[in-house]
């Protein structure tokens, strides 16, 4: 009954294809068909394909009559459903051919935009233009194209190097940083194979490329290139994947890559954070990331240093090295480098350089500053010195020393100190010396090797020679010295100027000038009271002329003042008399003490039990006493010892020079209430006689040689105090006044009397137009002094 039913159906149906013009019923014309689109299906062999149709018909009203299924130009349909007696299309009839396609075949009606004709197992011969035809009850006829394709599979890749090198293995080297080409290539396939590479399931490159190679085949090629290698990449695998459209699964080729990687990281590592010179410090220098393991060179500055010092550790990409460094002061600021290459990698180097600072103590040197030359400064110039230190870290301080003597910073000095500089304002002969300058800082301080500043000046006086006092009598001749120092030295000349008491400068007389060299020695001889007055000695050299002179102050020789305000001090054993000097004279003195005694409230001298006449003195004056004790002294202070009781003492203290001497200072009336011990003394006194009293008789001696025999100890001091008496008395008739000894030179009191001259600045309107002898000469007429008013006026 089955097999009736599908004769009826295929009966029915070469009857209304019989009925449709032939046009429709077999193959559309070509002008028709290319009008309808084809949608292209690709199966590979086996699969299982559907083949689309839309089924739905134009308008709602309309219904499906039948749909038939066409392979290439076959006449004869491959598939049909026949739903023309107005039935629901799942209760339409379905046919297909008997052959081994259509018992593959089955349409699936479904939705209408989901109708399907599915093919089992396909098969290379099932390949071809299928077309679906609808046929409704009211609307035109429709068709659908579809090409059924079987795949093809692409041969294996073929992985090319940039030269053409075919890769059989590891892909490379490359170099960070440079580029890398690799061709993958493959031929055949159907459809055509899309040739991607592919990095960690990342596509890098899915542009393809076709070429024809020598013969009909085509080949497929897709050439990669990266124009830059990055780090990421080392380590990695690419891949070339060739895969037709329907193609589950790619065809895929790996590729290793060989990279050469360049130091990543370059660290160096010092022991100490803070390097002191001559210390020995460790450094540690380490890279990572270099393919193949780095080499580390170290360098300071320009220098390779630790070739036999260096040891290293290398690992699969880093190295380690170690170096043991003594450094001094000139590797301060110096650049210690680690330079780490990859040997296979030309110009793979990275390095890392520390800039070194070194601890140590200054070092100093003083100088001039730019722009003073030491072979042209003169004296009121001014001058600065600089202190160069090199130091770190930098000085804390900065001394500058003159002849060993620090010093500060004083503007009415004219020192002027700031940073490491100092500046002389106004040089003077003071300046003159050595000059240095100490630095320090946290590690230590240092001095600087001394500078000797001199200049050159215009002569001045030597030290000691400025002014000088001269006594001397009429018609004596004296050598007055007058030195000097200048620089230069050479070519020093003098002049002598005279200015007399009144002020008046007049020409020297009765002189003799004897210039040598820095010294002009000029004999005086004064034989008149005009003569006396103030000589002024001038210098001149190349720099200019002497301006304040050397001064020699004549005043004429006369005796002593007597010494004043004498006074007597009593202490426990013995007596102490104190005076002050008066006025000398002009000339050394010294001093003179004598003591004499007379017995209390008696003009006779009494010594023990006996009396002895006091004797007139040389002067003629009845009841003065011969000098019993006699003592010489450079100053007027004198010491008294072994006086007896019951006497009454009169000292007398003269002041005795080459003229003379002068009139005493005397104490009178001393008495001591018990004797006063013997000590050491320089002075004369009783066992003294003999010598005080060269010219005593052989009588007088006799005399008292036999009052001593008595044993009665009053008869001897009787006897002696007559031969004193006796011998005084001639001795102050025929002798002179004792002198003083001649190295007593040096006055230990200013006279109050002497006259001193007192300057006076007058104006020049005044009549009298007069200026100091310390105001330098008119350089045009350099033998003149100018005149000065003088206030004579005793203090």
Excluded at 248 to 271: F, T
Excluded at 685 to 695: H, N, T
Aim: some cysteine; overall charge negative; charged content about 20%.
């Amino acid at each position: 009954m089955h097999c009736a039913s599908k004769y009826v159906f295929f009966t029915s149906l070469l009857m209304v294809l019989r009925t449709r013009p032939m046009d429709v019923a077999a193959e559309e014309p070509p002008e028709f068909q290319s009008k309808v689109p084809v949608r292209l299906i690709w199966a590979m062999e086996g699969d299982n394909v559907e083949l689309p149709c839309d089924i739905t018909p134009p308008t709602s009203e309309d219904s499906i009559n039948m749909v038939l299924w066409f392979k290439d130009s076959v006449g004869i349909p491959l598939y049909s459903l026949d739903a023309r007696n107005g039935v629901n299309l799942s209760a339409a009839v379905h046919w297909a051919v008997s052959d081994d396609l259509g018992s593959r075949t089955y349409f699936q009606v479904g939705d209408g935009h989901q109708a399907r004709l599915k093919v089992t197992g396909v098969k290379l011969k099932d390949q071809g233009i299928f077309r679906c035809r609808v046929d409704f009850m009211n609307s035109p006829t429709r068709n659908f194209h579809v090409n059924l394709t079987l795949v093809e599979q692409p041969t294996r890749p073929v992985i090319y190097d940039a030269q053409g090198r075919e890769v059989t293995g590891v892909g490379g080297p490359f170099l960070e940083g440079y580029n890398l080409a690799l061709t993958c290539q493959v031929s055949g396939g159907r459809p055509r194979p899309i040739v991607t590479w592919w990095r960690d399931n990342e596509m890098l490159d899915g542009v393809v490329d076709t070429s024809p190679i020598g013969s009909s085949s085509r080949f497929t090629v897709n050439h990669l290139f990266i124009d830059r290698v990055i780090r990421s990449l080392w380590g990695t695998k690419l891949e070339c994947r060739a895969q037709s459209e329907p193609m589950e699964k790619p065809i895929v080729r790996e590729v290793p890559l060989d990279i050469y990687l360049k130091p990543a990281i370059v660290k160096i590592m010092l022991s100490e954070d803070q390097i002191f010179a001559g210390r020995p410090i460790a450094a540690r220098c380490e890279t990572w990331g270099s393919s193949p393991a780095a080499r580390i060179i170290w360098r300071l500055g320009e220098q390779v240093i630790g070739d036999s010092n260096v040891s290293s550790t290398q690992r699969t990409n880093s190295t380690v090295s170690k170096l043991t460094l003594v450094l001094n002061k000139d590797d301060d600021g110096k650049e210690l480098i680690c330079r780490a290459e990859n040997p296979r990698f030309p110009g793979g180097v990275l390095e890392e350089a520390k800039i070194l600072h070194i601890a140590y103590a200054p070092v100093v040197v003083a100088h001039l500053a730019s722009g003073y030359f030491l072979d042209t400064l003169r004296e009121g110039d001014d001058l600065k010195l600089v202190c160069d230190v090199q130091s770190n870290p930098p000085p804390s301080r900065v001394i500058w020393y003159h002849n060993n003597r620090r010093l500060e910073h004083d503007v009415s000095a004219g020192i002027l100190l700031a940073s490491n500089s100092l500046t002389l304002r106004v040089l003077t002969l003071a300046h003159v010396g050595e000059y240095s300058c100490m630095a320090a800082n946290a590690v230590g301080e240092t001095h600087s090797s001394s500078l000797f500043i001199h200049m050159k000046y215009v002569p001045r006086c030597r030290k000691g020679n400025e002014r000088n006092e001269i006594t001397v009598a009429r018609h004596e001749s004296i050598l007055l010295r007058c030195e000097v120092e200048a620089l230069p030295e050479d070519d020093v000349r003098f002049s002598w100027t005279y200015n007399a008491t009144i002020g008046d400068v007049l020409p020297i007389l009765n002189s003799r000038i004897e210039n040598k060299g820095l010294m002009s020695v000029l004999e005086y001889t004064p034989v008149a009271d005009t003569d006396y007055g103030t000589l002024a000695c001038w210098a001149m050299n190349s720099i200019g002329r002497q301006r304040t002179p050397c001064i020699f102050n004549i005043v004429p020789a006369k005796p002593p003042q007597p010494p004043l305000d004498c006074s007597l001090h009593n202490e426990s054993s013995l007596l102490e008399v104190n005076c002050i000097p008066g006025s000398d004279g002009g000339l050394p003195q010294h001093f003179l003490l004598e003591v004499r005694g007379s017995l209390r409230n008696s003009g006779v001298s009494q010594i023990g039990p006996h009396t002895l006449q006091t004797p007139q003195s040389d002067q003629g004056t009845v009841g003065e006493s011969p000098s019993i004790y006699q003592d010489m002294n450079q100053t007027p202070n004198f010491q008294l010892h072994d006086l007896e009781p019951g006497y009454d003492y009169t000292v007398y203290v003269y002041a005795i020079n080459g003229h003379g001497r002068s009139e005493p200072a005397l104490l009178e009336h001393i008495t001591v209430a018990e004797p006063i011990g013997r000590l050491e003394r320089s002075g004369i006194f009783l066992e003294d006689l003999k010598k005080a009293l060269p010219q005593a008789s052989s009588e007088n001696m006799i005399i008292a040689i036999a009052l001593t025999g008595t044993g009665a100890a009053a008869l001897v001091l009787v006897g002696i105090g007559v031969v004193i008496g006796l011998a005084i008395c001639r001795k102050r008739s025929n002798t002179t006044v004792v002198e003083g000894p001649d190295d007593f030179t040096t006055p230990t009191y200013v006279p109050a009397q002497r006259i001193e001259p007192r300057v006076r600045y007058s104006n020049e309107n005044r009549r009298s137009q007069r200026a100091s002898l310390y105001v330098e000469e008119n350089r045009n007429e350099p033998d003149l002094l100018q005149r000065v008013e003088l206030d004579l006026q005793q203090d």
